[in-house]
């Protein structure tokens, strides 16, 4: 369920993450088996297991019923550690992961949490059993589940996943994202202006314009699908999708099992479904009036850019949040005139957690990773001082949301989420932080509010009924309800005067309205032709202010604030939903259905589920063929890899095993290998009376290696759009080579006969011990960037052999990476230098700095390195190779930008009998490119690499992993 693009963010926060993705020790595991599940959890989350098993066993049957109806038994790991909302099911190995913290954005509809997950993620459980068929079972029996994943993954492209999985939480219950307007308010916004969004647009995004992600057009398009093909139309797609797609159609699969179901193909099944909505979004708002605004944002010229948040501080000066594809997410102060100046860099996430201005400061929350354990983080409040522009963190390692700042500054509202899922209404001293009130609650709260006087606070609760708003009473803690639960999607509550402002999407298009605290009556203030969202009163109580959107983005406007144009809503216009309103007709299940089994819970037995081979299989490398087997358990504490691979090029036979334990507070990791290594080379032999003749020497010993690795993380932090992380690390190695022989062969000389010598000399132990230091740091920019623009990277290693070894040697490197910015808005400069310096007594450990393009590694005691790389973007063609006439049928790959590339590397090489220096020119273009419809960008660089010291130049590909 990772919703956005954006929020990627959040799981990217170190470079160490992939290594260290586990709970801190400590936890008491329980699990619960039913039929279908396993279920682990910590223990103070018991009954919510209980629960989310018996829901999970009670949809089982309407989850996946036109998806085969089953799938294999699945661990589910339910985390309470981490701070980012989020739930996913993976086959490396097979099972599936819950955060317990919801995530509650605007979209999400009022679903309870661990529902909407057991049949979001369940439905995916179904999908990933239903595809368990033909040629993607054969990858599964050659391969494993991994081989089998990739390969599914290369089929079947994100948006039939995600957009049938939305269509299962939209049938079955009373309030899935597909009910929401908001939900589809981009591809709205496009449609009404636009017309019409090219698929290939869709699917591989853009770099010049913001598109919807697959979420969004998914949901329509498996809608589309359902709706006008039946409701076994998809799976029958992906049913015929998986066979034999390699000779149907190797880059396109669905597209061909489109035809073979629905008589169309992919492109022209999403022409359609934009049509229909297109025509049923202009029908929607024909002969419509909406509310007339003035823009206090500065215009868009081109693409999108939103100004989100706007609020007043004490002056009355008034503030936005700025995000967009081409911009660094800020915190921008507006002026009149429509001129803005940024106050201070924001990092992205918070265009997902909102900010609130109070007083003289701005406050949100951020997420913010713990040092090691990184399922483990946290969530605290910022204050940021507007008048000097200090910063200051309010809470430490805690899960607080949605902060909120009282009218004169003084205090702090927030909702704090436990370990325990419990939520928690709290109120802190701005100044110090301190805890001054605590409200427990039996439901989730949202987005509480200050009264003017700051005597009372307003809020939204979220049960298993829907959501309501209620006012407390901060001296006496009393609460008062002001709207009764119900599943309307209600937003962002705020007082004026006796009324209470909120958001609601109750008339089919998102918008603002009012209800008197006294008389229960609601009208709508603001009628909005896509979304009206975020409202904020003027300091003289005479104007609203309200974020308008738009296919520019979200503005911010202003309207005369005239109690006389509110509309009741009972005399208001509704537009029903036809498209939902058809799926769920075919469907009769409006409620989320549980079974009643009051389930035993047991220790987890870690031992039992420690090795989970999920992924093996031959991997016909041209030079080294490999057969290799992967182990990695759901907790993600320990992984075990064994591979067995043949050198084509030295004709030997090497095996390996290795293994990671990530349960303590240091990484271990290390392994085994044994087997034959040999050296070819070709020499210059002197011979009798000034002859000479070129060998063919191989040298060939036995090989057994033994290695262990401790890793420490010593930082590992997200300040603001600043992240750095800082490891160090030590291994110990001991190789035993033996039975060397040397073999000299005479290639060009019939007279010399080939022998095979014995080389005991050469025999013996190298038992090194290295230590490395690494460090790294990255301001966050835009997306647009062609690479970082401020961030750096810094290694320092250092081998030696303290130890008795029979061959000594020594190695000292260090790294050093700048990343500067450029001279326009998105290129940026490179700069790399390093420093090595090794002795070889008996024992030449190979270099860490890499050669200059074009030319040959050898042998240096000592080495200093200086590179420079500049990247500038220059088209954003947004087309593929099918621009070529003749491959225009292939349809396969999507250029999104060109950019111009400029590089210059300089080595030289130093040992007693001198010195040598490698020099390196080089221009050239990097293409950014996807392919099928993978969702990562792979830079192909094509590069004229010219040596000017040696006068000759050659043309290199670069790819860029």
């Known amino acids: 369920m990772k919703n956005h693009g954006r929020f990627g963010a959040f799981f990217l926060l170190t470079f160490y993450s992939a290594l260290s993705a586990q709970d801190p020790p400590g936890i008491r595991w329980k699990q619960i088996e039913t039929n279908n599940y396993l279920l682990i959890f910590p223990k103070e989350i018991s009954e919510d ?113 995600e957009g049938d999985a939305v269509v299962t939480e939209t049938v079955l219950t009373e309030s899935g994202r597909g009910r929401q307007p908001y939900f589809n308010r981009e591809i709205r916004a496009l449609l009404l202006d636009v017309k019409s969004i090219g698929y290939r647009q869709a699917l591989h995004g853009s770099f010049r314009n913001e598109y919807p992600n697959h979420y969004y057009y998914g949901f329509l398009f498996a809608s589309h699908i359902r709706r006008n093909y039946g409701e076994e139309a998809m799976a029958e797609i992906m049913n015929h999708t998986t066979r034999w797609p390699i000779i149907r159609n190797p880059f396109f699969p669905l597209s061909s099992a489109a035809r073979r179901v629905t008589g169309r193909n992919i492109s022209l099944l999403f022409r359609d479904t934009m049509d229909e ?332 589920g420690f090795f989970s081979f999920h992924t093996w299989g031959l991997f016909p490398n041209i030079d080294e063929p490999t057969i290799s087997i992967r182990s990695d358990n759901v907790l993600g504490t320990g992984t075990l890899f064994g591979r067995s691979s043949y050198n084509r090029n030295e004709e030997t036979l090497y095996h390996e095993i290795r293994g990671v334990y990530k349960g303590w507070y240091p990484m271990i990791s290390g392994g085994f290998g044994w087997g034959e290594r040999s050296s070819p080379d070709t020499v210059q032999v002197f011979l009798e009376r000034g002859d000479s003749a070129t060998s063919h020497v191989v040298s060939r010993w036995r090989e057994s290696s033994f290695d262990l690795r401790v890793t420490l993380p010593l930082l590992n932090r997200l300040i603001g759009s600043r992240r750095d992380a800082l490891n160090l690390s030590s291994t110990i190695q001991r190789t035993v080579m033996s039975n060397r022989k040397v073999s000299f062969t005479w290639p060009q000389r019939d007279d010399l006969p080939d022998t095979t010598i014995p080389n005991q000399a050469a025999d013996g132990t190298i038992f090194p011990l290295s230590m490395e230091l690494n460090y790294a740091n990255e301001v966050e920019g835009a997306v647009r960037d062609v690479m970082p623009r401020r961030g750096s990277l810094q290694n320092f290693a250092y081998t030696t052999t303290p130890f008795k070894s029979d061959f000594k040697g020594s190695r000292t490197y260090l790294g050093l990476t700048f990343y500067l910015q450029g001279f326009f808005k998105h290129d940026a400069v490179r700069f790399s230098s390093a420093f090595e310096r090794k002795r070889d007594d008996g024992y030449p450990f190979r270099s860490l700095v890499e050669i200059p393009l074009g030319h040959s590694y050898r042998f240096h005691q000592r080495v200093t390195s200086f590179e420079g790389i500049y990247r500038a973007p220059l088209l954003y063609p947004e087309s593929g190779i099918d621009l070529v006439p003749f491959l225009r049928w292939l349809r396969f790959g999507y250029l999104k930008r060109v950019s111009l590339d400029l590089r210059a590397h300089w080595l030289r090489g130093e040992e007693e009998e001198g010195e040598a220096d490698y020099f390196t020119i080089g221009s050239g273009m990097t293409f950014d490119v996807t392919g099928f419809h993978l969702p990562f960008i792979l830079p192909v660089t094509f590069l004229y690499a010219y040596r000017p010291l040696e006068g000759i130049g050659a043309l290199e590909v670069l790819v860029d992993f």
């Open 49 to 161: 297991a209980k629960r989310a098993a018996n829901t999970l066993e009670g949809m089982y049957s309407h989850t996946g019923q036109e998806m085969g109806g089953k799938h294999r038994k699945i661990p589910i790991v339910m985390r309470n550690r981490s701070a980012i909302p989020n739930a996913y099911v993976t086959q490396r190995p097979w099972h599936s992961e819950w955060n317990h913290i919801p995530l509650v954005l605007k979209e999400m509809g009022t679903v309870e949490w661990y529902q909407l997950l057991a049949i979001h993620e369940g439905r995916h459980m179904f999908q990933y059993g239903h595809l368990n068929r033909r040629i993607n079972r054969l990858w599964s029996w050659l391969g494993g589940e991994g081989t089998q994943a990739i390969a599914t993954g290369l089929m079947i492209p994100g948006w039939v996943w």
């Open 277 to 608: 909505m297109a025509d049923a979004w202009q029908s929607q708002i024909k002969d419509n009036s909406f509310t007339p605004h003035e823009l206090l944002s500065p215009p868009v010229n081109d693409g999108r850019v939103d100004y989100l948040f706007p609020g007043f501080d004490a002056d009355g000066r008034l503030y936005a949040v700025r995000r967009g594809l081409g911009e660094k997410t800020a915190l921008l102060r507006l002026h009149s005139g429509r001129k803005s100046e940024v106050i201070v860099q924001m990092p992205g996430v918070v265009e997902m957690t909102g900010l609130k201005i109070g007083g003289r400061y701005a406050v949100w929350n951020e997420i913010q990773p713990d040092r090691r354990w990184t399922k483990q983080s946290w969530s605290n409040i910022i204050l940021y001082d507007l008048t000097d522009g200090h910063r200051r963190q309010v809470t430490q390692k805690g899960k607080f949301y949605y902060p909120s700042l009282s009218l004169d500054g003084s205090h702090i509202a927030a909702v704090e989420f436990t370990e325990t899922r419990d939520c928690i209404l709290v109120v802190l001293e701005t100044e110090t932080g301190e805890l001054v009130k605590k409200y427990p609650s039996n439901s989730m709260i949202l987005h509480p509010r200050w009264s003017e006087d700051g005597s009372e606070i307003v809020f939204i609760s979220q049960d298993s009924t829907g959501r309501a708003i209620s006012v407390i009473d901060v001296f006496s803690g009393s609460v008062t309800p002001v709207k009764l639960s119900s599943r309307e999607e209600i937003y962002r509550p705020l007082f004026h005067g006796e009324f209470i402002i909120y958001e609601s999407p109750i008339s089919g298009i998102d918008n603002i309205y009012a209800i008197h605290r006294s008389t229960g009556e609601s009208f709508r203030l603001i009628s909005s032709r896509i979304a009206a969202t975020n409202a904020a009163v003027s300091p003289d109580g005479l104007s609203l202010i309200f974020n308008d959107y738009s296919r520019e983005g979200d503005r911010v406007v202003s309207t005369e604030f005239n109690s006389e144009s509110w509309q009741a809503i009972e005399d208001m216009l509704f537009w029903p939903d036809t498209m939902v309103d058809e799926l769920v007709s075919a469907n009769h299940q409006s409620e989320v259905p549980t079974s009643i089994m009051d389930y035993s819970i047991r220790d987890y037995n870690h031992l039992s």
